[in-house]
């Protein structure tokens, strides 16, 4: 007995006859009481199954027993039960002690509880492979599943689909209503597909917004979109979080395999083209993928990429365009960014400023915007009367942030431009989410002599009655309604009712787009206060713009 270390603190150890049948046990010392739970003379003679329960491995008992047969040493971690049937990782370790002629009289076991580092061990191996947040499966699990699945689809000749699911209008939620609700958000929105989908199918969460969803066996191919349109439908519903109700849609992405399929990861990237087609296509809505999908993505990421050369390399331009009053006036600038692209020349900005949205680059394209157009309109002022402004454009996910106002105060204080010297120009779409946080960024705004004027007005959602509660100094009447106004007596009477309203609430009222006299005078006629287009100028870079203010001010003596 002398060779068992008695000192193995918090090592339970026990011995058992190796020539007796059925392996009795002989000794067990105070650690391997403390750890199981029996005392000696529960344990004494009787062989240690005692210790398995209903989750023990069988192959792993088997093991240890061949291990005993053939006296050999066996270490294994093993789940074992305690006496008052709590289970336990057990790692244990039993060794022969051999006799002069080879053979064995005793096994000595050491077991080891380590079910702590285990369960740890086992919460990493959960965490590599799942969210945290919803409980659901990350993209990791997902790839493995998918190459699973795409494998088994080959072998049974079956069909499988990838379903790209991401919310819109997401983002204002998190900014606005903080991370807290967000999060709830999304877990619920996890519970809601999961409740739609079937116990085959693999649900993911690839961070952010973004739910993947993996449809084995197909019958048939309309199915994936059948379930795309059910979960459409589910996230339609209204969310009840806390004191809040909101309501939420998503797009999503279908891809489906075919025989020709050889990287199943291809899957996945085609089911996010067409989440972003269905992005284009006005959202809560579903697309599947098609290769004409895939050109048309692939030029926008090849021009997501460029932009951002395009931010470091400054390859930006403002162009001001001149708005004028109804007396021919000058009443302000308009700035708008240009691209010059080194190899494709001039892209447009409604081209890419929704990407620079998309992907967040506008937030840098706009600090720029801010300060070149402040810089311009200091060196111009002298020029210019006393009320002139310039009018920069803002983007919804500028404004949003939490920082827009410090930075903007930043900006103003670093440049020199007068707040009284800038207007904003915003659409009503930038509004309608969260519209009392909103309405308090412009009172504060306002609060600092920086004008507001709602852009594009006429094309979004907002009634002419919603104008009463937002402080606010003016509207641009939208392009569209102008140019018609002559010959449609539709829209014509849309920008009379426009600018009776607007000016009913005090409201200045510009009209964009005014292309010919006839316009003009229709516009005049209807008492329209600011006139901006291609009539007057055209939005032109820094230096051309003095030349024709120069001839303006010619003109005016
Ligand atoms: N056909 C016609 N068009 C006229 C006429 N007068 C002005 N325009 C065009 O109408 C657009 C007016 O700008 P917007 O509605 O704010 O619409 C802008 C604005 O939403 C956005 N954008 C431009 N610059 C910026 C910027 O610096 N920041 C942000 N966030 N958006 C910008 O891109 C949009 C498009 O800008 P642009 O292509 O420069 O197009 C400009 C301008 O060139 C006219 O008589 N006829």
Avoid at 4 to 19: F, K, T
Avoid at 170 to 186: M, S
Avoid at 489 to 496: E, G, I, Y
Wanted: glycine fraction near 6%.
């Amino acid at each position: 007995m002398s060779r068992i270390p008695g000192a193995i603190h918090s090592n339970g150890v026990l011995i058992c006859e190796a020539r007796s049948e059925d392996f009795p046990i002989i000794y067990v010392n105070p650690a391997f009481v403390e750890i199981t739970g029996y005392e000696l003379e529960e344990v004494q003679n009787r062989n240690c199954r005692f210790l398995q329960g209903p989750d023990t491995d069988p192959a792993q008992i088997n093991d240890i027993r061949q291990a005993l047969v053939q006296q050999r040493d066996i270490s294994l971690t093993i789940r074992n039960y305690r006496k008052d049937g709590r289970a336990f990782w057990n790692n244990v370790f039993i060794s022969p002690v051999r006799a002069n002629d080879g053979h064995a009289t005793h096994f000595v076991g050491i077991i080891n509880d380590i079910s702590e580092y285990k369960d740890h061990e086992n919460e990493l191996a959960f965490h590599a492979t799942h969210d945290a947040l919803t409980g659901l499966g990350n993209r990791a699990l997902f790839e493995d599943r998918l190459q699973h699945d795409v494998d088994l689809a080959r072998r049974h000749h079956q069909q499988l689909a990838v379903l790209f699911i991401d919310l819109d209008e997401f983002k204002p939620i998190n900014d606005t209503l903080g991370h807290a609700v967000g999060d709830q958000v999304l877990i619920h929105v996890a519970r809601r597909l999961e409740e739609a989908i079937r116990p085959s199918d693999t649900l993911c969460r690839f961070g952010g917004d973004e739910f993947v969803l993996l449809l084995p066996d197909l019958d048939d191919p309309h199915h994936a979109q059948e379930v795309a349109e059910r979960l459409l439908l589910e996230l339609a519903q209204p969310y009840r979080i806390d004191r809040h109700e909101l309501y939420l849609s998503a797009s999503i992405g279908i891809a489906l395999s075919d025989e020709a399929l050889e990287n199943p990861a291809a899957l996945l990237q085609q089911a996010d083209m067409a989440m972003y087609k269905a992005k284009q296509q006005g959202r809560n809505t579903l697309q599947t993928f098609t290769y004409d999908i895939n050109q048309k993505l692939t030029q926008r990421v090849t021009l997501r990429n460029d932009l951002q050369e395009a931010i470091t390399q400054e390859q930006f331009e403002l162009h001001y365009q001149p708005l004028l009053t109804r007396d021919g006036d000058i009443h302000g600038f308009e700035a708008l960014v240009r691209w010059n692209h080194p190899v494709k020349g001039p892209i447009s900005p409604g081209l890419f400023i929704p990407i620079a949205e998309e992907t967040g680059q506008i937030i840098g394209l706009s600090q720029w915007v801010m300060e070149r157009a402040a810089k311009d309109f200091l060196k111009l002022q002298p020029l210019l009367p006393n009320h002139c402004r310039m009018a920069v454009n803002l983007s919804p996910m500028q404004f949003h942030r939490p920082s827009f106002l410090s930075s903007l105060r930043k900006t103003l204080e670093v440049t020199g431009l007068p707040p009284t010297a800038l207007e904003l120009e915003l659409t009503e779409g930038i509004l309608m989410n969260d519209t009392e946080a909103a309405i308090d960024t412009l009172h504060a705004l306002r609060g600092m002599g920086i004008s507001i004027t709602i852009d594009d007005f006429g094309t979004g959602f907002s009634s002419l009655s919603y104008l009463r509660h937002l402080p606010i100094d003016k509207i641009k009447i939208d392009r569209s309604f102008i140019l018609n106004i002559v010959e449609s007596s539709k829209d014509a009477a849309v920008v009379q009712g426009i600018i009776a309203l607007a000016h009913h609430l005090e409201l200045n009222v510009v009209a964009e787009g005014v292309e010919t006299s006839a316009q003009q005078q229709h516009l005049l006629a209807l008492n329209c206060d600011v006139l901006q287009g291609f009539l007057f100028a055209k939005p032109m870079p820094f230096e051309p713009l003095t030349h024709w203010l120069a001839v303006q001010q010619q003109n005016a003596l």
